[in-house]
């Protein structure tokens, strides 16, 4: 719970006190499987991430934060993705500033925000700019990445046990100090390990020490793992296995067959090993949940035309395998989002997007990502930068209304979600008793919002989000969509709409506005969406 108020003395060293303590698992933010969904559980309830990621130094300035916070509160944002310099903790071999980490801290309760913090240490998009200047300076100890030429590049060695061990230790030490002064508030949600790891413009390391690992047998503990997991393993990764017919043994190419694809597969599973232990090494301090992200691939991209060695659809069965420390793994999206959702709503892999586009694109995929991928978080990239983002600030005012309701509801699989394209112009979406019929209403905006050129860029995605909360009831929000319903279940064939109300839940409370009839419901038979929140109740007959 956030505190706002000044504290007693004896309260402020009795919360100080609770928060360097050990705390009963279920009160540390985690992770929960409920019904058919896996949840984020915070304070003990189910919790909704309606989050934006600042641009990659802004946290580097408590006095540039300052204006930004009160900014962020009334974009209706309730967590901030705030990346975490090595540099700057640890600017110093073995001599820690916390100054940063717990600014941030302080700064995001007071605004009653939540944090997850993006842990920028060995790699950050592939490269190592964030690592410190004592790590940067002493290539002997800590060695780079090598390319097919011979060529050094400004990137860590994942086969560096000596960065292994260096990295660790400042993520310890981290998480030990998120614990000393936030362990008994919750405001850190999350860790993110690194940030779209993987090798370009070549597919692996051409290092001394990759070469030697690449002509080594592959881990007997990988090929462990790929036997229990057969039948479920990504279709991609399974093909290139089963072509070597299922070799239980062997070097890297005789198992996965010679290729980029190949070296991208070894780049993952030390990658994955590395990043691991580095979370172990801060869940030894504090058991928060931790994940690691992807760069995705641009279509037709070849192992090292993106970040070779990333957690990647194909390659998360050896990212599962390589660090099971890790909770799950969470793709960057901004382009193609329906499919990349798809890729990463997968059985033990929870949906957390802790990148994506903004604006008008933001503001219907997050419909989409919490309503048909039962998402538990959403974040576009850069959300400091600029004018406040009005589109995506009118989506999470209504999803942080209903939030309550998604998420009692979705563990019942009684949410729904929809974003239309080209490849989608109409869907029907099953929903409790009722089938929902939806296609395009046209791109009405929302009333009072100012007009916007409708270009590609930023024409309206017709969207909406649908809970069944009850017999014959259901809550819509949305924009630009038309639904009608039919039933699904035995019974009279036609439904009927007996009441639409507009409105608004204010502390969790319906709030009923207008109530709507005649032309606003095509006469009865008709749902439009166009920006808020509508209750409608269903009635049927022959």
């Not at 949940?289 to 070779?308: C, K, V």
């Not at 209504?398 to 998420?407: D, F, K, M, T, Y």
Request: proline share 8%; with cysteine; glycine share 8%.
């Amino acid at each position: 719970m956030h505190i706002r108020k000044c504290l007693s003395l004896a309260a402020a060293a009795a919360l100080m006190a609770l928060a360097a303590g050990a705390q009963p698992a279920s009160a540390v933010p985690h992770l929960e499987k409920r019904g058919n969904v896996t949840q984020l559980i915070v304070d003990g309830k189910p919790f909704l991430a309606l989050a934006g990621e600042l641009y990659n130094n802004s946290a580097t300035s408590l006095e540039y934060m300052k204006p930004v916070w009160p900014r962020l509160r009334a974009m209706h944002l309730n967590t901030v993705l705030a990346p975490i310099s090595w540099a700057l903790l640890e600017p110093a071999e073995g001599k820690f500033d916390y100054t940063l980490p717990d600014g941030l801290i302080r700064e995001a309760r007071a605004q009653n925000l939540h944090l997850v913090l993006l842990w920028f240490g060995s790699w950050k998009n592939t490269w190592s700019s964030y690592a410190p200047d004592w790590v940067k300076r002493d290539y002997d100890r800590f060695p780079r990445v090598h390319l097919q030429n011979g060529a050094a590049t400004e990137r860590l060695s994942p086969f560096s046990e000596a960065c292994l061990k260096a990295d660790a230790r400042a993520f310890a030490a981290l998480m030990r100090r998120i614990r000393e002064i936030d362990g008994g508030f919750h405001t850190v949600l999350m860790l993110q390990i690194e940030n779209e790891v993987g090798v370009i413009p070549d597919a692996r390391d051409y290092s001394a020490v990759a070469n030697a690992a690449y002509d080594q047998p592959v881990p007997a503990e990988l090929i462990e793992y790929l036997g229990n997991h057969r039948d479920a393993l990504d279709p991609d990764l399974r093909a290139r296995w089963q072509s070597a017919e299922f070799k239980t043994s062997g070097k890297w190419e005789d198992v996965f067959g010679p290729g980029p694809q190949t070296e991208d597969l070894f780049m993952a599973w030390h990658y994955a090993r590395f990043i691991g232990k580095v979370a172990q090494a801060g869940k030894a301090e504090y058991v928060l949940p931790m994940f690691a992200n992807a760069a995705l691939i641009r279509p037709n991209y070849a192992p090292g035309q993106y970040n070779s060695g990333g957690p990647l659809p194909h390659s998360l069965d050896i990212w599962r395998a390589g660090a099971p420390q890790l909770d799950f793994f969470a793709p960057d999206i901004y382009f193609e989002f329906q499919k990349w959702c798809a890729k990463y709503d997968r059985p033990g892999n929870p949906l957390f997007i802790p990148e994506a586009a903004g604006g008008i694109q933001g503001a219907a995929n997050v419909f989409y990502a919490v309503g048909h991928r039962n998402a538990f978080g959403f974040s576009p990239f850069a959300i400091d930068a600029g004018d406040s983002d009005k589109p995506l600030t009118r989506s999470y005012d209504i999803l942080s209304q209903l939030a309550p309701l998604i998420l009692e509801n979705q563990a019942k699989s009684r949410v729904a979600g929809v974003v239309l394209e080209d490849l989608t112009p109409s869907q029907k979406l099953r929903l409790g008793d009722y089938t929902l019929n939806i296609a395009p209403a046209g791109g009405r905006r929302p009333a009072g919002a100012p007009p916007e050129p409708e270009t590609a860029a930023n024409a309206e995605r017709p969207h909406g989000i649908f809970i069944a909360s009850g017999p014959g009831e259901f809550y819509m929000a949305g924009s630009a969509l038309n639904v009608t319903l039919t039933p699904n279940t035995p019974g009279p064939p036609t439904a009927g709409l007996a009441t639409v109300e507009e409105g608004r839940f204010v502390d969790g409370r319906w709030i009923r506005g207008r109530t709507l009839a005649g032309d606003d419901t095509g006469q009865g038979n008709n749902i439009t969406l166009r920006g808020g929140i509508l209750r409608v109740t269903v009635y049927r007959y022959r």
